[in-house]
């Protein structure tokens, strides 16, 4: 009898894309180490996989990735709305792996996607690969929310850090502002 396949099965595959190819392609830089989090319950926020990092003007760049490996793309999306107002760069992803209705609504938000800046990234569970589809957009993201963000790297004690440490599961509590 095979297990099945859950949601935070595809966290580590995020992790290690965000720091094996995508900081290193946009930064020259490999991040020896990332971290992933779990936040449960209202009014907390709950992220899949979340990391960041000191840029070359030492400014902490936010990184949020939401995952699905059901068809709930309306759901994915709203998750991603909020995690905007907390993360400079933020994707949606989904398994490759019965991945048809995803891209269709992909394909019919894209026009959306584009505007908010929201990346999308299929997860191919196999061969532990992350293909990006459409590139989250830093420029278009105009809805990080200062408090939010601040009291997230605050959470995740990036003040002091220059990378982030392993974390496999975590509860954190946002207070602030409702949204």
């Not at 190819?21 to 989090?37: C, D, H, R």
Request: charged share 30%.
């Amino acid at each position: 009898m095979t297990e099945k396949t859950r949601e935070s099965d595809y966290y580590p595959i995020v992790s290690n894309w965000l720091k094996g190819w995508y900081w290193k392609e946009k930064y020259n830089e490999t991040i020896k180490e990332g971290l992933k989090l779990k936040i449960k319950n209202e009014p907390l926020v709950e992220f899949d996989v979340v990391g960041g990092f000191r840029d070359a003007g030492n400014k902490i760049r936010l990184y949020s990735v939401e995952v699905k490996i059901d068809n709930s793309f309306d759901t994915l999306l709203q998750q991603a709305k909020i995690r905007q107002q907390y993360c400079h760069h933020c994707w949606i992803a989904h398994s490759l792996k019965n991945s048809a209705n995803f891209m269709y609504h992909v394909i019919m938000k894209g026009e959306y996607l584009l505007e908010r800046g929201i990346g999308v990234l299929l997860i191919d569970i196999v061969n532990q690969r992350v293909t990006q589809c459409l590139e989250t957009r830093i420029s278009k993201n105009k809805y990080v929310k200062p408090l939010f963000k601040n009291k997230l790297i605050a959470k995740l004690g990036l003040n002091q850090l220059e990378f982030l440490e392993i974390v496999e599961t975590k509860q954190i509590i946002l207070e602030g502002e409702e949204i």
